[in-house]
């Protein structure tokens, strides 16, 4: 692990001072930030997967100073159990960055380092939980990209359960963090729309491009001065929904539902970890369908086929027709493929 012995900065020898003359400290540090441009920010930048290499690469590109990159240990993967790197180390590794890879956030070697770093901000897009003595260290804070408009799909699995539940919009927001999860005080928010026949992977895809820019914006604003934090209570929301981890028994499909909403779990959970569902005591997973809304006096859940071009499941207000799937045991392929084997 790497340490950092750094003469400290003005602008946190000014943030460490009792302000006086009736200055509130929110205000005292916006006037001590203007102080700095956006290059001259030093960055502590935390994540994990692909979605926040996205996030990171825009920062980089932006020309903003990263001082260090903090991401989860190596893990074993794969039939080897050779131990594998996170996407994000990856990236930063081939930039020359320094990386930090604690196996606990509270222990006293790493607390020590990341102090060192004499961070004005930190960055946090898809890593775990952080406890307040790392996300409240820096004078500007903590500051995450999340994957909807809050404070609409706080929780874990937000683009998931966006097209799980139908939604046409979701979007990304920039937010200071706080004690409880994805409830901080909101920056900046970016609109994207979700097509029908938009899938998780493809959704996010969308929101990691959106997110990348929207945070080096954030940021720019932040060193400004011009950005204006929101409440999250302030915002008036009629129906709050939340967005929890997803388990295997919420990838399980009920069949007494309306084929849309059947339709709509298979795309929140394609292509990872799927929709499945029992086809001759087998296990299948749907990656992709389509749906009909008509009339039949089919058992929901039973299926129909013509053994060469269609497999359809019935749902309580018409049929589901599966595009692409994946029985146990074999691969993934297309309907008329499977067909051929099937019996």
Same mark, same amino acid.
């Not at 799927?274 to 005591?281: F, R, S």
């Not at 299948?284 to 013509?306: A, L």
């Given at each position: 692990?790497?340490?950092?012995?750094?003469?400290?900065?003005?602008?946190?020898?000014?943030?460490? *001072?009792?302000?006086?003359?009736?200055?509130?400290?929110?205000?005292?540090?916006?006037?001590?930030?203007?102080?700095?441009?956006?290059? /001259?920010?030093?960055?502590?930048?935390?994540?994990?997967?692909?979605?926040?290499?996205?996030?990171?690469?825009?920062?980089?590109?932006?020309?903003?100073?990263?001082?260090?990159? #903090?991401?989860?240990?190596?893990? %074993?993967?794969?039939? =080897?159990? *050779?131990?594998?790197? +996170?996407?994000?180390? @990856?990236?930063?590794? +081939?930039?020359?960055?320094?990386?930090? *890879?604690?196996?606990?956030?509270? +222990?006293?070697?790493?607390?020590? #380092?990341?102090?060192?770093?004499?961070?004005?901000? @930190?960055?946090?897009?898809?890593?775990?939980?952080? %406890?307040?003595?790392?996300?409240?260290?820096?004078?500007?804070?903590?500051?995450? #990209?999340?994957? +909807?408009? &809050?404070? /609409?799909?706080?929780?874990?699995? %937000?683009?998931?359960?966006?097209?799980?539940? =139908?939604?046409?919009?979701?979007?990304?927001?920039?937010?200071?963090?706080?004690?409880?999860?994805?409830?901080?005080?909101?920056?900046? /928010?970016?609109?994207?729309?979700?097509?029908?026949?938009?899938?998780?992977?493809?959704?996010?895809?969308? $929101?990691?491009?959106?997110?990348?820019?929207? &945070?080096?914006?954030?940021?720019?604003?932040?060193?400004?001065?011009?950005?204006?934090?929101?409440? *999250?209570?302030?915002?008036?929301?009629?129906?709050?929904?939340?967005?929890?981890?997803?388990?295997?028994?919420?990838?399980?499909?009920?069949?007494?539902?309306?084929?849309?909403?059947?339709?709509?779990?298979?795309?929140? $959970?394609? %292509?990872y970890p799927?929709?499945?569902? &029992?086809?001759?005591?087998k296990s299948?997973?749907?990656?992709?369908?389509?749906?009909?809304?008509?009339?039949?006096?089919?058992?929901?859940?039973?299926?129909?086929?013509?053994?060469a071009t269609?497999?359809?499941?019935?749902?309580?207000?018409?049929?589901?027709?599966?595009?692409? &799937? /994946?029985?146990?045991?074999?691969?993934?392929?297309? #309907?008329?493929?499977?067909?051929?084997?099937?019996?």
């Open positions: 692990m790497l340490g950092f012995r750094a003469k400290p900065h003005f602008i946190l020898f000014l943030s460490n *001072q009792r302000i006086s003359l009736g200055h509130s400290k929110a205000n005292y540090l916006s006037f001590a930030l203007l102080m700095k441009s956006f290059e /001259q920010l030093r960055i502590v930048f935390f994540g994990t997967p692909d979605f926040a290499v996205a996030s990171l690469n825009a920062l980089v590109e932006a020309g903003a100073k990263i001082v260090a990159v #903090v991401t989860a240990p190596d893990k %074993p993967s794969g039939r =080897g159990m *050779q131990l594998s790197e +996170s996407a994000v180390k @990856q990236y930063a590794l +081939s930039k020359g960055m320094v990386v930090l *890879q604690p196996e606990k956030m509270k +222990s006293p070697a790493f607390l020590e #380092v990341l102090k060192n770093l004499n961070a004005d901000l @930190q960055v946090v897009v898809a890593f775990r939980m952080m %406890p307040e003595v790392v996300w409240n260290m820096p004078p500007m804070g903590t500051i995450n #990209v999340h994957g +909807s408009l &809050l404070p /609409q799909y706080r929780g874990a699995a %937000p683009i998931n359960w966006a097209i799980i539940n =139908g939604e046409t919009e979701t979007g990304v927001t920039t937010f200071k963090l706080k004690h409880e999860i994805d409830t901080g005080d909101i920056l900046l /928010q970016e609109k994207v729309k979700i097509k029908p026949g938009d899938n998780v992977g493809i959704l996010h895809d969308k $929101l990691m491009a959106a997110g990348a820019a929207l &945070l080096v914006t954030t940021i720019k604003g932040l060193a400004a001065g011009t950005l204006k934090e929101i409440p *999250q209570a302030n915002i008036a929301v009629e129906n709050l929904k939340h967005a929890p981890k997803i388990f295997k028994e919420t990838t399980l499909i009920n069949w007494d539902k309306p084929v849309a909403e059947i339709d709509n779990l298979v795309r929140g $959970l394609s %292509p799927a929709a499945y569902t &029992l086809l001759k005591d299948i997973k749907i990656f992709s369908s389509d749906y009909r809304i008509e009339s039949h006096h089919s058992q929901p859940g039973s299926y129909d086929t013509d053994h269609y497999l359809r499941f019935a749902g309580i207000d018409g049929w589901l027709y599966i595009e692409e &799937l /994946q029985q146990e045991g074999k691969k993934r392929m297309e #309907v008329e493929d499977f067909l051929r084997g099937f019996r």
